[in-house]
């Protein structure tokens, strides 16, 4: 694969830039000294130069045929925002303290999703390392960063970004990502990362005055799709899948997450996620760790996490939206609304014991089928949770679950996810309740762009029966209000909370049962549609785990075959209750076959069979 940017060659530098249809290209070396220096044009289209007696941080555009002079679209800094002149990084500066780190496996990851600009006040990626501490107490393992590619501005959820290469100035650049990733390996903290191959922003893309990296043959919602599969795709393949391959190996990232991949359009023999998975797999080889990929699909298809000797694109996992809308709708009715399709029980069990719950039906939403089955699909290829950065932040009023549903059901809500057999995920702040929104926001400097983003943002609303408008995305108090409150957690109900979730994630980390991902090792059971019951085996022993989600008592027998199980949690334990509620009942401390439980309203109880 051709290298691109610029890289330490011998006493110079190397430069290397795709333009398959461009005569001729100039480097133009702004920093430390100004010249302009004409490039060798080579094979498929890429060019050469390599400069003598250039620092490791020198600043350069390249000018093709002989127009403007833009920033490199595989620059690996833009220190000066998109519109700048890119900055040579040398990524054999930095001393790693992560020699010991051999990575986790996907089934044992807790998951945590964090924007790096909102995280903290002071929104870099030093400021959280001091947190890490705080998150691996209560058992969080890996990291999920959303995009920290360059993008315009300084307030961005990071999807708008324009050089895929280059880490966001704002955030640290470089060298900040880089501390963050080995500190957290210190820690034994897996850093997953978010990356969009889908589209590119619209401010600072300057990708095609180079060469055809976009196509008109296919559209996505945001933006023109990328030439996947036309002529000269070639160049666009290698630097993308080539993208991967650089955050796994040059930033010690552990693996991605891959944004909306059905957008990603490619009727070639080889798909681009084939081409990438086995790229991927042999930097594993190398590396001798473990890399991950990730998929958010709209597809409800097995064949995204299948084999590609079988048919499929080789995902490690996929996020399971369908998971979250099932629950939700059972937590909170009022989000029926929003999402139609959904709201019963059976859903949510389906959920647990198969995976996708549409899976061939005739979908509302959709007007036609969609999905198919995905019983065979093993639990640990699936990522499931109650938030993400969509599921908040395209609310009109970003409102996270723990500002719609009450404390108990909020209890109920986690227990769901961390008892499922899945790979959990949580979204920032959610482990101890925060409330602060998370709004969508950017920070544009196009007059006319910014307009368009406020309009469309206002529109894209009026499909989901708000009867708000959303805040401007261009003003920095929206960004400003979707900062956390950390130290909340260790106050009130919101301490309550994190210690509850430290004990859901114990018991998944060290319970036999819940740690086995095998579908046939599981039962679910819907309780009429007040609640729901989860049986889960492993190593001979039994985790009977019990949820009444209505908001009165539910009945339930134990059935035959349950000699005899001990408590071992109970959403209604004293000390997982608010002082000024009353603990209620407390569930018996041993069950047998053949008894009644009466479970209390919005509840949850596991007991455990050995």
């Known amino acids: 694969m051709p290298s691109l940017s610029a890289r330490r060659k011998g006493k110079g530098l190397e430069f290397s830039v795709w333009a398959p249809l461009k005569k001729k290209v100039a480097l133009h070396v702004v920093h430390p000294r100004d010249e302009l220096i004409a490039m060798r044009k080579g094979e498929e289209g890429y060019f050469h130069v390599v400069v003598e007696d ?3 941080n020198t600043r350069y555009f390249f000018r093709p045929d002989g127009e403007e002079d833009y920033p490199d679209p595989a620059s690996r800094f833009q220190p000066e925002g ?35 600009g909102t ?61 963050l990733v080995d500190a957290a390996h210190r820690e034994g903290i897996a850093v997953l990362l978010d990356v969009v191959y889908n589209h590119m922003g619209p401010e600072g893309n300057y990708l095609s005055s180079f060469g055809p990296y976009f196509t008109d043959m296919y559209q996505t919602p945001w933006g023109d799709a990328l030439n996947f599969d036309g002529e000269w795709s070639d160049g666009v393949r290698d630097y993308f899948s080539g993208n991967a391959l650089y955050w796994l190996e040059h930033y010690h990232i552990d693996g991605l997450r891959c944004d909306a991949i059905h957008t990603v359009f490619d009727r070639g023999a080889v798909h681009f996620w084939e081409l990438t998975h086995h790229r991927v797999r042999e ?78 039906e005739w979908v509302q939403f959709r007007k036609r089928r969609h999905g198919t089955s995905s019983a065979g699909v093993p639990g640990q290829q699936f990522v499931v949770f109650n938030l993400n950065h969509d599921q908040v932040g395209n609310r009109v009023d970003g409102k996270r679950l723990c500002s719609l549903v009450d404390f108990e059901k909020l209890k109920v809500g986690a227990a769901a996810v961390m008892l499922a057999p899945y790979v959990p995920m949580l979204f920032m702040g959610e482990e101890y309740g925060d409330e602060s929104p998370f709004f969508y926001f950017v920070s544009h400097s196009d007059p006319e762009l910014i307009k368009a983003v406020q309009k469309g943002r206002t529109e894209e609303f009026k499909d989901y029966g708000f009867d708000q408008s959303p805040p401007d995305p261009q003003d920095e108090k929206t960004f400003e209000a979707c900062v956390l409150d950390w130290e909340k957690r260790h106050r009130g109900h919101h301490r309550l909370l994190l210690q509850w979730h430290e004990e859901l994630i114990r018991m998944r980390q060290t319970l036999p049962p819940l740690r086995n991902f095998d579908k046939k090792n599981l039962q679910a059971e819907a309780l009429g549609e007040e609640g729901f019951v989860l049986r889960r085996r492993g190593r001979g022993e039994e985790a009977l785990c019990l949820f009444n989600i209505s908001a009165k008592e539910l009945a339930y027998i134990i059935p035959p075959g349950v000699k005899k199980a001990r408590k071992v949690l109970d959403s209604r334990a004293p000390h997982f209750m608010p002082h000024h509620r009353s603990p209620g009942q407390g569930m018996a401390e041993e069950i047998t076959a053949g008894e009644v439980l009466h479970l209390p309203a919005a509840s949850v109880v596991v007991y455990y069979v050995t």
């Open 82 to 116: 998109v519109h700048g002149p890119s900055q040579v990084v040398d990524h054999e500066t930095f001393e790693w303290s992560d020699g010991e780190w051999k990575g986790l496996p996907l089934e044992d990851m807790i998951l945590y999703e964090l924007h790096v």
């Open 119 to 179: 995280f903290t006040p002071e929104g870099t990626f030093d400021a959280i390392i001091p947190r890490l501490r705080d998150l691996k107490a209560i058992g969080i393992n890996a990291l999920e960063l959303m995009p920290v590619a360059q993008f315009p501005g300084e307030r961005n959820w990071g999807y708008d970004g324009v050089y895929p290469y280059a880490v966001q100035h704002s955030y640290g650049g470089p060298e900040g990502l880089k501390r």
């Open 283 to 360: 930097l594993e080889a190398l590396l001798g760790r473990p890399l991950h990929l990730i998929a958010e699909s709209d597809l409800n298809s097995p064949r995204v996490v299948r084999h590609p000797e079988a048919g499929g694109y080789g995902f490690s996992g996929q996020w399971l939206d369908d998971f979250h809308h099932a629950l939700y709708t059972l937590l909170d009715p009022k989000g029926r609304d929003r999402y139609i399709d959904f709201g019963r029980m059976d859903q949510l069990v389906k959920g647990y014991c198969e995976g996708f719950v549409h899976s061939g």
């Open 54 to 56: 250039l620092p490791a």
